[in-house]
């Protein structure tokens, strides 16, 4: 709020009749002078009489102080390699796994003030050194939305891909020992997942990587074909029941509306539900006859 002590000040800049209010002016009492006129309206007063008046449009800036035409803009960019004002969308895993809290993205800050007074008045951002880096909330205000949906996507594609792998055996449902026992899965290659981030279409693209069969008797194999082709063979050695299931790894894309398909950094795993396999001891016998 600012005030003129002397009504000769006050009458330099503007005049009133002492107890005249100011009509139909929309910036709003109690806030700063630079929101007003930043074009916000909020912010500057005028006390007029003993009244105090919001005042703007043309009248804010000749009855300012000096220093209120200045405009502060500031720019949050994730801690990346070559990272700057410029590059404020642009996000890495470094940035997103560099914070104590899981939602949380790393940033540098970029500052500058800008004098609306000035025609062009165009001053380059500079980073804030103290402190180097802060860690932000991706919904907080400020974030690029481009950073924010990639920042959610990447921190939460292990939570939405949730598809796991079915077990497909043969032969069963028993197997006998010391013979090769087929393990393959009829779960899809890849598979979308349409989501509403900050009000926007997204679709992540959830892609199979590998498969690592978990055979129930300590032994594991894996491999990175799908379907047919990715099938695994294991050999039983004792009889009994086992449990056997698989374990996916997925990679992932996303794109946001009709932009362009973006990678997801890092990987989701999703582990199916064992099937139980018996497995039983072939034994020969002599027939008479």
């Known amino acids: 709020m600012h005030t003129f002590s002397s009504p000769a000040v006050a009458a330099m800049l503007f005049v009133l009749p002492v107890g005249q209010t100011v009509p139909d002016l929309p910036c709003a009492k ?11 309206q909020d912010g500057f007063e005028l006390t007029v009489g003993d009244a105090e008046q919001p005042v703007s449009g043309n009248r804010r800036l000749a009855l300012s102080r000096p220093e209120s035409p200045l405009r502060t803009e500031t720019i949050y960019a994730p801690t990346c390699t070559g990272n700057g004002p410029g590059a404020s969308d642009v996000l890495c895993n470094e940035a997103i796994t560099a914070c104590p809290v899981p939602s949380e993205v790393r940033f540098w800050v970029y500052t500058r003030q800008v004098d609306t007074r000035i025609a062009g008045d165009d001053p380059p951002f500079e980073r804030v050194s103290n402190p180097p880096y802060i860690c932000r909330d991706l919904t907080a205000p400020g974030i690029d939305p481009a950073v924010a949906i990639a920042g959610i996507v990447n921190r939460d594609f292990q939570r939405v891909v949730a598809l ?21 899965t009829s779960s899809p290659n890849s598979y979308d997942i349409p989501l509403t981030i900050l009000g926007r279409s997204v679709v992540i693209t959830a892609t199979a990587s590998r498969w690592t069969w978990h055979f129930g008797d300590g032994a594991t194999g894996s491999t990175a074909a799908a379907g047919a082709q ?29 932009g362009p398909v973006q990678p997801v950094s890092g990987t989701a795993t999703t582990t199916g539900d ?6 039983k001891q072939a034994r020969t016998e002599l027939v008479g006859g």
């Open 30 to 40: 109690g806030t700063s002078d630079e929101a007003c006129v930043e074009g916000k």
């Open 164 to 184: 796991k792998g079915v077990p497909e055996i043969s032969p069963e449902p028993d197997t006998l020992v010391n013979i090769d026992t087929i393990f393959t």
């Open 230 to 258: 990715g099938r695994v063979l294991h050999t039983y050695r004792q009889s009994g029941s086992r449990g056997a299931y698989v374990v996916i790894e997925w990679t992932g894309t996303f794109r946001v509306g009709g």
């Open 274 to 279: 064992p099937v139980t396999i018996a497995v």
